[in-house]
C-alpha cells in the first residue's frame, strides 16, 4: 500500500492573479501558504483485474474509461495505469471550502500513482501535471495557484508569466513572524460549500471582456500581493490585517456570486467585534473565512463567529508540501 498527501493552502495575496484570463494579458504574482491539513490517497495492488475507486461514493469498474470520476480517470489515463488497483480518498476540510483541496486531491493522486509506478517525480512536475489535468484536460476554469501550493508546501510567492510559466520562490520570512501569524489570524467554516467554478468562470470572462473596473481590480488585487511579500520579510503582521480588508473590498467586486447578505453580515459582525480585516478564502461564495484580529481581541472575535454558527478551523503552517509518507507496495 502507498500513502500520499498534500497539503491544502491559505491564499494570502495576489489571489486571483493565477488565472489565464489575467496572467495571459498581464502576469500574476500569489503569495500562498500551505497547512496542516490535508488530502490522503492510498494506492494498493487490486487481486481483481477491475478498479475500485473509494471516495464519497464507491466505483468498482473494468476500465478506465468507465470511470465516472473526472479527477480519477484522468490521473489514471495520464500515468496509465490501466487495471487491478484500488484507490481511496479521505481529507481533513470539506470540498468547496476555499482552501484549493481539488488540486490537493489532484496532486497527492499523481504522486500515489507515480510512487505505485516507482517513479519519482518533482514537485514541479507534480504541479504541471495537474495544472494539465484540470486546467487542460478537464477545463476547469481554475488557476496554478492551488497546483503548486499543494506541490511545493511552505509560504511561497508565485510569479505567473505571460506564457504561463511559474516561477516558485520560499517567502523569506522568519519563524516568529510566522507564530504570530498563525496567533492572530482566526479561520471559521461558514457552512457554505460551493463550486469554484461559477465564481471563476464569471470572474474570467469579465477580464476577457475587458471590463474596467474588473481589470483595474485584479491589478491592485496582484500589487497586494507584492504588498504581502514585503511585509511578510520585514515582519508587519498588523498591516497585513489591515491588507485583508482592502483585499475583500477588491474581491467582492470581482463577481456576482462573490458574497452575499449572509456572508456580508458575518463579515461585518467579525470586524465589529475587533477583527482588523478578513476575506473569504478561494474563489469566495462560501468556504472557509480568513480573519486577521490582535491578540487582545482575538476572543472577542472568534466568540463572535462561534454564536453566529461558523466553525473554527486550528492549523499550523506545513513546510514539507506533497509527500509519500508510507510506501509498502509490492510490485
Known amino acids: 500500500m502507498i500513502i500520499s498527501r498534500a497539503p491544502v493552502r491559505f491564499s494570502l495575496g495576489g489571489g486571483g492573479t493565477d488565472l489565464p484570463s489575467y496572467y495571459q494579458r498581464f502576469g500574476g504574482f500569489v503569495v500562498s501558504a500551505a497547512i496542516d491539513s490535508y488530502v490522503y490517497i492510498t494506492a494498493n495492488k487490486r487481486f481483481y483485474d477491475d478498479i475500485r475507486l473509494a471516495y464519497s461514493q464507491t466505483e468498482i469498474v473494468p476500465n478506465v474509461e468507465s470511470i465516472q470520476h473526472r ?21 481533513d476540510v470539506p470540498a468547496n471550502s476555499g482552501l ?13 500513482l507515480h510512487a505505485y509506478k516507482r517513479e519519482f517525480v518533482s514537485s514541479r512536475q507534480l504541479a504541471e501535471e495537474a495544472c494539465e489535468l484540470e486546467m487542460v484536460r478537464l477545463g476547469e476554469p481554475i488557476g496554478k495557484q492551488d497546483q503548486f501550493i499543494a506541490a511545493f508546501g511552505n509560504v511561497t510567492a508565485m510569479t505567473l508569466e505571460t506564457d504561463g510559466t511559474v516561477h516558485v520562490e520560499p517567502v523569506p520570512v522568519r519563524d516568529e513572524v510566522l507564530d504570530e501569524l498563525t496567533n492572530n489570524l482566526v479561520i471559521m467554516w461558514s457552512g457554505v460549500e460551493r463550486s469554484a467554478s461559477a465564481v471563476l468562470a464569471e470572474q474570467g470572462a469579465r477580464v476577457e471582456k475587458k471590463d474596467g473596473a474588473t481589470v483595474e481590480g485584479m491589478h491592485r488585487i496582484k500589487a497586494l500581493g507584492h504588498e504581502v511579500y514585503d511585509l511578510l520579510v520585514k515582519g508587519d503582521t498588523d498591516r497585513y490585517g489591515e491588507l485583508l480588508h482592502e483585499h475583500w473590498t477588491n474581491k467582492r467586486k470581482l463577481s456576482s456570486k462573490m458574497t452575499d447578505d449572509r456572508i456580508d453580515e458575518h463579515y461585518d459582525a467579525a470586524r465589529k467585534a475587533g477583527a482588523i480585516g478578513g476575506k473569504l478564502m478561494g474563489a469566495g461564495g462560501g468556504g472557509f473565512f480568513m480573519f486577521y484580529a490582535r491578540p487582545a481581541d482575538k476572543r472577542r472575535v472568534y466568540e463572535t463567529m462561534v454564536q453566529r454558527g461558523l466553525r473554527p478551523l486550528r492549523f499550523r ?15
Open 71 to 91: 479527477i480519477f480517470r484522468e490521473a489514471l489515463r495520464m500515468t496509465g495505469v490501466a487495471r487491478a488497483i484500488e484507490l481511496t480518498s479521505v481529507a
Open 100 to 112: 484549493g483541496s481539488s488540486s490537493s486531491f489532484t496532486v497527492a493522486l499523481l504522486n500515489a
Open 317 to 331: 503552517f506545513d513546510l514539507d508540501g506533497a509527500r509519500i509518507v508510507a510506501n509498502m507496495h509490492r510490485s
